[in-house]
């Protein structure tokens, strides 16, 4: 049955008061603060017809109605009003970047907390998926005498970055004529299509063999840990600072969910339905019962066209959802123009 237009706007007050109080919401306030025209009387009416078909309910403990699941549908669908970032807003996020941003790695995570800062809900940023990308470059930087500092970079970013110890009969020139014949043997190749065998058959007069091991035990790790992107997590706490989840048991059932790494990809790369580039998942949509509390709303963020990675808000079905998309749409930008400057 669709709904008259009368029906969608009241359905439309309850929704956008319930966000913003967390309350459930009577006639006779929905008349005094929206201006719908009607007396109470129609408005508890109509309300009945909206409990009746499903969009809302009644709470025994109050006089008041609160959204279910298929009147948050129809609110994302087609009926909230699109919101803009305040000045203050996109000032804080510029600012954020300018001040805490010096590398590509905390591109990812420093997007995490901005977002989970301006939310109040658990956001989550998964890096590029890495394994159809292309190997970029391997460098050595020597970080004292005893230690130097590897990095191998594909054409998407960052994909792995760490200190590893000169072995013994070793030294920093022998890492740098290695990445030389790295560079010149791996450019070009899928990270996904380099065999770590070939690697290990590489021989080279420039190198000692102590050397040669370690260097490729880091390739090695470093190509098969990374193919798999990264998770930054933000907000997780901040759940309890819902009214919906004041149940600690359930926020504990929530938190330990998400530290699954399995299930958080599962989550993070499945369907759902979307709206302006965005995908929404609310509800009883989540394959996941523990989750059926929670709403969760993704973006894809691009370089040039290219679809790298995901940013996503989690948090109850009571979100701000008009907010939060325009937020994501935003970053989006953002994002695409700070993996610019780090690539």
């Not at 709904?3 to 109080?21: G, M, V, W």
């Not at 109040?120 to 970029?136: C, G, K, R, W, Y």
Request: aromatic fraction near 8%; charge should be negative.
């Amino acid at each position: 049955m669709m709904l008259n237009e009368r029906k969608r706007r009241i359905l439309q007050a309850i929704i956008d008061d319930y966000i913003s109080t967390a309350e459930p919401i009577g006639s006779r306030t929905i008349a005094r603060k929206y201006d719908l025209g009607v007396s109470p009387a129609t408005i508890r009416n109509e309300m009945a017809d909206l409990e009746f078909l499903g969009y809302i309910e009644h709470l025994h403990t109050s006089s008041g109605r609160i959204p279910l699941y298929k009147g948050y549908r129809l609110y994302v669908d087609d009926l909230l009003t699109p919101t803009r970032l305040s000045s203050n807003e996109m000032e804080l996020i510029g600012q954020w970047y300018d001040t805490k941003v010096e590398s590509l790695d905390e591109v990812f995570r420093e997007t995490a907390k901005i977002i989970s800062h301006l939310t109040n809900n658990i956001s989550m940023v998964i890096t590029p998926q890495l394994a159809e990308s292309v190997f970029h470059y391997i460098k050595f930087v020597p970080l004292d005498d005893e230690h130097v500092i590897a990095a191998i970079m594909s054409d998407t970013g960052y994909v792995e970055n760490k200190i590893i110890k000169i072995p013994n009969g070793a030294s920093v020139t022998d890492f740098v004529q290695m990445a030389q014949v790295l560079n010149e043997y791996l450019s070009g190749k899928k990270l996904n299509e380099i065999s770590i065998g070939a690697l290990h058959s590489m021989r080279t007069e420039m190198v000692d063999t102590a050397a040669f091991n370690k260097i490729m035990d880091v390739v090695e790790q470093s190509l098969a840990g990374e193919k798999r992107n990264q998770i930054y997590r933000e907000g997780m706490p901040q759940l309890l600072d819902q009214p919906e989840f004041h149940d600690i048991n359930k926020v504990k059932n929530i938190l330990k969910m998400l530290e699954e790494e399995p299930i958080l990809r599962d989550i993070l790369y499945s369907t759902a339905q979307g709206t302006a580039g965005l995908t929404v998942t609310i509800g009883e949509e989540n394959k996941y019962s523990t989750m059926q509390d929670c709403s969760i709303i993704k973006a894809t963020y691009h370089i040039d066209g290219q679809p790298l990675g995901t940013i996503a808000v989690l948090g109850p079905t009571r979100m701000e959802y008009s907010k939060i998309m325009t937020l994501l749409e935003f970053m989006n930008e953002n994002m695409a123009q700070m993996l610019k400057k780090y690539l």
